[in-house]
């Protein structure tokens, strides 16, 4: 068995926490019935989130494998017999205006795997009749119906659609005849949800401060430390809010020190210093390379190759030095 460390990302960070099911199946209580305890933690079970069903347009189907490896965790009811899908990884910070097609993508190629595992037990007509067998589905078999939630990371109000119609232009007359599928959303930044877990209550109400733009950057960062310590908020909460914010921090490092909210925005503070010291470094040694080949009266095209060489860019970066410091290199 491997000894290998798995390196913590943003997106890992965020699968971690909603694996836990007292926190996804409070989510989804929240979000589906506001508040209400009707999915209870002990029913959930763990679904493998890989979907390899071959569908018929080839780069539909790689479209739809993409795009799950964004999804977070599912989990199916063993008392109800529904699966659950909870989306929203660190990317989705951003609004995607076309997301309930891409939730029916999601949704399609669930219903299609289990339409293809299904079909697998019908290799012979026996015991069925010809439209059955045609159909590779017997008249009294049923599928687990899906249930996809999308949490939304973002700062910005959502503008989105959150319906298939809302995607259309559809005249006014013909909407009823038109399919509609619409999306389940819960918006970090504005915490109405109604949760009972004690984690979530706090991962939301401090997504809800850091995520608020009517404050400035250091009064949302003075009132999450302050919330964070009035709470005494969990480690994996402190985590999650790095992961769900896309922090740039070494998440392996943070996760063995002391974990608090304070911790984090001194983690993220050194580690822009860190960036911008690179970033300087960087600049300065592709002052030096340039200024060096405009002295030995190399073509520009051999200054931008060992600029790429040297600092391991690429052309357009190399390009964006060049432009940068063409002129104060090549004055008298």
Same mark, same amino acid.
């Given at each position: 068995?491997?000894?290998?460390?798995?390196?913590?990302?943003?997106d890992?960070?965020?699968?971690?926490?909603?694996?836990?099911?007292?926190?996804?199946?409070?989510l989804?209580?929240?979000?589906l019935?506001?508040?209400?305890?009707?999915?209870?933690?002990?029913?959930?079970?763990?679904?493998?989130?890989?979907?390899?069903?071959?569908?018929?347009?080839?780069?539909?189907?790689e479209?739809?494998?993409? @795009? /799950?490896?964004?999804?977070?965790? &599912?989990?199916?009811? !063993?008392?109800?017999? +529904?699966e %659950?899908?909870?989306?929203?990884?660190?990317?989705?910070?951003?609004?995607?205006?076309?997301?309930?097609?891409?939730?029916?993508?999601?949704?399609?190629?669930?219903?299609?795997k289990?339409?293809?595992?299904?079909?697998?037990?019908?290799?012979?007509a026996?015991?069925?009749?010809?439209?059955?067998?045609? @159909? /590779?589905?017997?008249?009294?078999? &049923?599928?687990?119906? !899906?249930?996809?939630? +999308?949490? %939304?990371?973002?700062?910005?109000p959502?503008?989105?659609?959150?319906?298939?119609h809302?995607?259309?232009?559809i005249?006014?007359?013909?909407a009823?005849?038109?399919n509609d599928?619409?999306?389940?959303?819960?918006?970090?930044?504005?915490?109405?949800?109604?949760?009972?877990?004690?984690?979530?209550?706090?991962?939301?109400n401090?997504?809800?401060?850091?995520?608020?733009?009517?404050?400035?950057?250091?009064?949302?960062?003075?009132?999450?430390?302050?919330?964070?310590?009035?709470?005494?908020?969990?480690?994996?909460?402190?985590?999650?809010?790095?992961?769900?914010?896309?922090?740039?921090i070494?998440?392996?490092?943070?996760?063995k020190?002391?974990?608090?909210?304070?911790?984090?925005?001194d983690e993220?503070?050194?580690?822009?210093?860190?960036?911008?010291?690179?970033?300087?470094?960087a600049r300065?040694?592709?002052?030096?390379?340039?200024e060096?080949?405009?002295?030995?009266?190399?073509?520009?095209?051999?200054?931008?190759?060992?600029?790429?060489?040297k600092?391991?860019?690429?052309?357009?970066?190399?390009?964006?030095?060049?432009?940068?410091?063409?002129?104060?290199?090549?004055?008298?």
């Open positions: 068995m491997s000894d290998k460390i798995q390196k913590l990302k943003p890992t960070v965020l699968k971690n926490y909603w694996r836990n099911n007292e926190q996804f199946a409070d989804f209580n929240a979000v019935f506001d508040g209400r305890t009707v999915i209870k933690p002990e029913e959930l079970e763990d679904v493998d989130t890989e979907e390899s069903s071959v569908l018929e347009h080839k780069e539909y189907a479209s739809i494998q993409a @795009s /799950r490896d964004n999804i977070k965790i &599912r989990k199916k009811s !063993v008392v109800h017999g +529904v %659950y899908v909870l989306l929203g990884n660190e990317s989705q910070q951003h609004i995607h205006y076309a997301i309930p097609m891409r939730i029916m993508g999601y949704d399609y190629g669930t219903y299609k289990q339409y293809d595992d299904n079909a697998k037990k019908y290799q012979t026996k015991g069925m009749d010809e439209d059955e067998y045609l @159909s /590779r589905m017997k008249k009294t078999d &049923r599928f687990a119906p !899906v249930i996809t939630v +999308v949490v %939304y990371y973002g700062d910005r959502w503008d989105g659609p959150t319906t298939l809302g995607m259309l232009d005249p006014s007359e013909l009823q005849y038109v599928y619409k999306v389940l959303l819960a918006e970090a930044r504005r915490n109405d949800l109604i949760l009972h877990n004690a984690n979530n209550v706090d991962l939301f401090l997504l809800e401060i850091i995520l608020d733009r009517s404050i400035s950057k250091n009064e949302s960062k003075r009132r999450a430390i302050q919330y964070g310590e009035e709470h005494q908020v969990d480690k994996s909460v402190v985590m999650t809010v790095a992961g769900a914010t896309n922090s740039k070494d998440y392996n490092a943070f996760e020190g002391d974990v608090t909210m304070c911790t984090l925005f993220i503070a050194k580690e822009s210093e860190t960036i911008g010291e690179a970033r300087g470094e300065g040694r592709a002052l030096g390379i340039i060096s080949g405009y002295d030995f009266k190399l073509p520009e095209n051999d200054i931008l190759a060992r600029l790429q060489k600092l391991d860019i690429s052309l357009q970066q190399a390009q964006e030095y060049l432009n940068l410091f063409k002129k104060q290199t090549m004055q008298p």
